[in-house]
């Protein structure tokens, strides 16, 4: 009888081994988000946090700003066509930034060649678009960046290419074997949203060309305006908002009422103008870049690499912790013509009156 006994408890202790292996271990923090009593509450565990600050890369350390002006870039050096109007110190000073932001091991040679002034190199191409990218995320879509602003460190943080990009999948295939086992709508893939079995690719939906973002309704039952909207919707919503969580390392209560999914409040507000930043990122300045880069540059469909929340985000709430790097670079602040061009999103039509979002992310 002790044998059996023991085996017992054996088992029973094995088995809630594994079922805690799937669970934080505490103590874990939370924060109460609406008032008491609804179960709106920020989860956070220190350990993840403290683990996450130590593998971030060093920010590099912010070159002294040039006082005083001096002649612009544009009357000194040739072809300069975006931070012309830098006096030459000042000029200078975003160019070392950036090639400790974005190539601190290839240096000046990742854009330039022997002659500074020629655009034979596709990264010089690149880049001066991205900065005039930059200038329009700043200067047009401070409904999203608040005081914080981007650099080129936001996104790349010292690697020639942001490790967190996306590409468009490969269509499913429905001819031969694959036919005979169904369409699998980019279901059940590796690292797919919250390596979940939810679909692969939402991005292309919704942060590359306009489709809805709304699958619920106000109505208990079901209403003739929302017949049509497929399960696979649903499930392509709900990918896109596990990569948000995943992204920002944050759940649902960040941005939603989880009382009222349906209710405005400031930081879903935020959200809804950061799906339309994400869209004029990719749409204005990445898609029409892909006959720029090389082939090996490209992704499995021949799509150029394309920016989402953990491009910039990384895991945190806030991009490097909220560190507001971009007021030190006048030059990324400044408006150039082709960043004045771009217009400011308009308010979500449901909040057009109602309060701007919190100013920082």
């Known amino acids: 009888m002790n044998h059996v006994l023991q085996r017992v408890l054996v088992v029973a202790a094995a088995a809630t081994t594994l079922v805690l292996a799937g669970c934080e271990r505490p103590p874990v923090e939370s924060v109460q988000q609406g008032f008491r009593g609804t179960g709106m509450q920020q989860v956070s565990n220190p350990r993840l946090l403290a683990k996450a600050a130590e593998a971030r890369p060093a920010v590099p ?11 612009k870039a544009k009357d000194v050096y040739q072809n300069v066509k975006v931070l012309g109007d ?7 000073r975003h160019m070392l930034a950036i090639t400790q932001w974005v190539a601190p091991e290839q240096g000046c040679a990742y854009c330039h060649g022997a002659n500074f002034a020629d655009d034979g190199k596709y990264t010089k191409v690149v880049a ?97 305006s929302r017949e049509g909207a497929p ?38 507000v935020q959200a809804w ?8 990122i990719n ?21 150029v690499a394309k920016a989402y929340c953990a491009t910039c985000h990384q895991g945190q709430n806030k991009p490097l912790g909220g560190l507001e790097m971009a007021k030190l670079y006048p030059g990324l602040l400044a408006t150039s013509a082709a960043a004045a061009a771009a217009a400011p999103a308009a308010a979500p039509p449901a909040v057009a009156n109602a309060a701007a979002p919190a100013a920082a992310r």
């Open 273 to 280: 103008h950061g799906i339309r930043m994400e869209r004029d």
């Open 283 to 303: 749409n204005t300045y990445m898609v029409p870049l892909t006959s720029v880069f090389p082939a090996d540059r490209l992704g499995p469909t021949g799509d």
């Open 128 to 224: 001066r678009r991205m900065i005039e990218m930059t200038q329009n995320l700043n200067a047009n879509w401070k409904q999203h960046t608040g005081v914080t602003g981007v650099t080129c460190y936001t996104c790349h943080r010292g690697n020639p290419v942001p490790q967190q990009v996306w590409f468009q999948a490969p269509p499913a295939r429905n001819a031969g074997i694959a036919s005979a086992l169904g369409n699998d709508f980019g279901q059940n893939k590796k690292d797919g949203p919250g390596l979940s079995s939810l679909p692969y690719d939402p991005y292309s939906s919704y942060l590359l060309a306009s489709e809805e973002i709304k699958v619920n309704g106000k109505d208990a039952l079901p209403q003739p």
């Open 61 to 71: 350390a912010d070159l002294p700003a040039v006082p005083g002006e001096g002649p």
């Open 86 to 92: 830098l006096p030459v110190a000042e000029f200078t």
């Open 231 to 268: 399960i696979q919707q649903a499930e392509k919503t709900y990918a896109l908002m596990m990569h948000f969580s995943k992204s920002l390392g944050v759940n649902c209560t960040t941005c939603h009422n989880s009382q009222s999914f349906t209710q405005w409040v400031p930081k879903k």
